[in-house]
Every structure is written in structure tokens, then in C-alpha cells.
């Protein structure tokens, strides 16, 4: 973790108390931030909190999706709580959101993304990380649009689950969303981390130096 972080929940301490999509601030919980390490290498971005998550108020958990998540960050070594942890001691990895703020009944609209859009820009300014794990097909258009040159109907989380894509300044290792995910995919997404990003120097995507 970052010597100078001294929460991992919402590091950057944006708005809590976010208006800026009225039919969410009127039915939401809370806002549900990023959580991590403000230096990570990697950022996993998830569509946005279900039900377990706005309770929490950490991303990727408090269900079984969110603890599958949870327990593949422990293979890899990224954290070190049990995957059913409200509040995981996480390593080099932060967790985020295109949407902060759950509705039960929706997904959020394209609006709502787009209001929720400077967040997420800030993180990842902020981070620098060299590999982003876009969780859904949803999150990993959205990522296409501004980070890839390839059109963004031209992605399919399923096809290109636990493979590697080249961004502009870092790479993209797609995942399908936890809850729709099986063990042998699970499986297979560790695998492709350990043997095709943590096997070769990841950080040549990046000018930045390894910590």
C-alpha cells in the first residue's frame, strides 16, 4: 500500500454526498466509492454496486459474486483477508465502479455513467495502473471508447474473457462478471494473471517505474 494512504476506502476522499443523479441520491444507500491501494498496478472496474456492495460500501463485496472476487484476489496474492472480508486488507489492487450509486430496480443509465464519468477518470489519473480488469461487457465498452482504437461492439466479455488487450498506456484483461462466472472460468482468469501478466514485465506498457 501506498506509504502515505492511510484508508484504503475512498483514498481520495470524493464526494460522499454526491446529487448529481437524482432518482439514484433519492433511492440509494450510499455512495459506493473506490477501495485499495492509491498505487496499485492493477484496478478492477465493476458496471456498478449490487445489493451486497451499497450495503458494505465496498466494491465487490458482501455476496457470493463479490466474494468470488474477493477470492481471486487472494490467489493472486493482491489481498489477505478471507473472501467473505467486509473491509478486505487489500495489496496492490484497487477496486471501483462506473456507477457509485445503486438503484434496486435498474441498472444505471447511460447518463448516469457519464455523471459518474470524473470519478472514475480521476482514479485512474490518480493510480496510473498498468492493468485494468474491465468486470462486464458494459464496463469494458465503456473502456474501449476512450482507451483502445478497436470499436467498442467489437468486444465480447465471453470470447475475450481471461485474455489481454492492448490500451493506450495500459492493458485491459477482461472479465465476466462474477455472478455469471463458473469455477472453471474462475480458474482460468488466475491462470492467464499468473502466466501471462505476472510471467513477463507488465510495467513496459507504462513509462512509470516499479515500486
Request: hydrophobic share 35%; charged share 30%.
Amino acid at each position: 500500500m501506498d506509504a502515505h494512504q492511510d484508508e484504503l476506502s475512498n483514498p481520495f476522499g470524493m464526494d460522499e454526498d454526491c446529487r448529481n443523479c437524482p432518482a439514484l441520491a433519492a433511492c440509494r444507500e450510499q455512495v459506493v466509492h473506490g477501495y485499495g491501494d492509491a498505487g496499485a498496478e492493477f484496478v478492477f472496474v465493476g458496471e456498478g454496486p449490487a445489493a451486497g456492495a451499497e450495503a458494505t460500501g465496498v466494491p465487490f463485496t458482501g455476496d457470493g459474486a463479490g466474494e468470488r472476487v474477493q477470492r481471486v484476489l487472494g490467489e493472486l496474492g493482491f489481498s489477505r483477508s478471507p473472501p467473505d472480508a467486509a473491509e478486505p486488507d487489500l495489496q496492490n489492487v484497487y477496486l471501483t465502479y462506473l456507477s457509485r450509486c445503486r438503484h434496486p430496480d435498474r441498472a444505471a443509465t447511460d447518463e448516469e455513467v457519464r455523471n459518474c464519468e470524473p470519478f472514475l477518470n480521476a482514479e485512474l489519473r490518480m493510480i496510473n495502473p498498468h492493468i485494468i480488469v474491465a468486470v462486464g461487457d458494459r464496463v469494458l465498452r465503456e473502456l474501449a471508447v476512450e482507451y483502445t482504437t478497436r470499436r467498442p461492439d467489437s468486444f465480447d466479455v465471453v470470447e475475450e474473457h481471461a485474455t489481454t488487450i492492448r490500451g493506450r498506456g495500459f492493458e485491459l484483461v477482461p472479465m465476466i462478471p462474477p455472478a455469471e462466472q463458473t469455477d472453471e472460468q474462475e480458474a482460468a482468469f488466475v491462470e492467464h494473471v499468473r502466466e501471462n501478466v505476472f510471467s513477463r514485465d507488465y510495467r513496459q506498457t507504462k513509462g512509470r517505474r516499479s515500486r
